[in-house]
């Protein structure tokens, strides 16, 4: 292959839009989950059989992963990557050269979200993933309720993980035999709470799950490649916002949306309106954006509340009997309007 036919292949790739991207959600602000069809390489359970433990189903190995759990920009993305057993590492490891995706260039990356998707290919027809993604808005709001109610960003990653690795078990019937998964935080604690949801299945939590097990690997490219473009998406469409605005200051890129990025942060300090902050991409329970709303100009708004809120009555409010008053029974008449007949 010369080297122009490999600019061109990275080019296609990099244009490349996976069917994970669901832009109409992405750009309302609500998180979704996005799943293959079970590949042609690949036997499920049947499912109108009623011993379906007896079928043929080919045993699989699935892999999870995530991408964009520490930005202030855009949605956290959870990937789930199965594919048979036996294939696992000639396959993933050996033919197509999985790694941890932040080991690979972006090209790469873009390159391989390609051929999984791509009929024909065997990544195709062999191997099937699943996607759930968390909208900024979401994390920001589960993270920000109050007291006891608050839904942590380590709760509501293993959710994602339990909802994904569900839906490829009971909707997709594949027979997952095996299943491994990067860590959030202690292994041996996830891999307990895991083992006693999903206790047929070899589960192995570990640090490092990207870089020792191609089906992290490849899990870990869906899941980066989706958030990657997912990014791309809010950011055009905040974009052709401004572009609308004749008054909006020329809007700068956002850089990768991480608190570390000064083009982020810079991005932030921009595009702050005073009293919304910004819009559904920003996850505003993250510290950069609560000292920014706090510290850098944000209007604070009070909201009284009623006094005796609910303990009047409807005829309070109307007038009472005597020298050029209405009754209360006249008040409501007036109140309500009067039989046509009465008018005249």
Not at 2 to 21: C, H, N, Q, R, Y
Not at 246 to 274: F, I, Q
């Amino acid at each position: 292959m010369g080297k122009d036919t490999k600019l061109d292949i990275a080019e296609d790739a990099m244009s490349f839009v996976p069917p994970s991207i669901d832009r109409a959600r992405l750009l309302t602000g609500d998180s979704y989950a996005y799943y293959t069809p079970c590949p042609a390489g690949i036997t499920p359970f049947d499912k109108s059989s009623s011993t379906p433990q007896s079928t043929k189903a080919t045993p699989c190995v699935l892999g999870v992963d995530e991408a964009g759990r520490g930005p202030v920009l855009g949605p956290m993305v959870y990937g789930a990557f199965y594919l048979p057993l036996e294939l696992h590492h000639s396959l993933l490891a050996t033919e197509h050269s999985f790694d941890d995706s932040k080991v690979l260039t972006p090209a790469v990356r873009a390159n391989l979200m390609r051929l999984i998707n791509t009929p024909g290919e065997n990544l195709y027809e062999l191997c099937g993933y699943a996607i759930k993604v968390l909208s900024a808005r979401d994390i920001g709001s589960g993270m920000m309720k109050p007291g006891a109610a608050v839904y942590n960003l380590n709760a509501q990653a293993m959710d994602a993980t339990i909802e994904i690795i569900r839906g490829v078990l009971q909707d997709h019937a594949v027979n997952v035999q095996e299943i491994y998964i990067d860590t959030i935080g202690n292994p041996a604690t996830y891999q307990a709470k895991l083992e006693r949801i999903f206790p047929s299945i070899k589960i192995t939590v570990a640090k490092k799950a990207d870089s020792l097990y191609p089906c992290v690997s490849a899990a870990s490219v869906a899941a980066k490649v989706t958030r990657d473009v997912a990014l791309e998406v809010l950011y055009e469409h905040v974009l052709r916002a401004q572009q609308l605005d004749e008054n909006a200051t020329p809007l700068e890129g956002w850089g990768s949306g991480y608190p570390s990025d000064s083009k982020c942060v810079g991005w932030l300090r921009r595009n702050m309106d005073p009293v919304f902050g910004w819009g559904s991409e920003c996850r505003f329970s993250w510290g950069t954006a609560k000292e920014m709303l706090e510290q850098k100009g944000g209007v604070r708004v009070d909201w009284p509340a009623d006094e005796d809120e609910g303990s009047g009555m409807l005829s309070d409010f109307l007038l009472t009997s005597g020298p050029g008053k209405t009754t209360s029974k006249d008040g409501l008449k007036e109140w309500f309007g009067q039989r046509q007949a009465e008018i005249f």
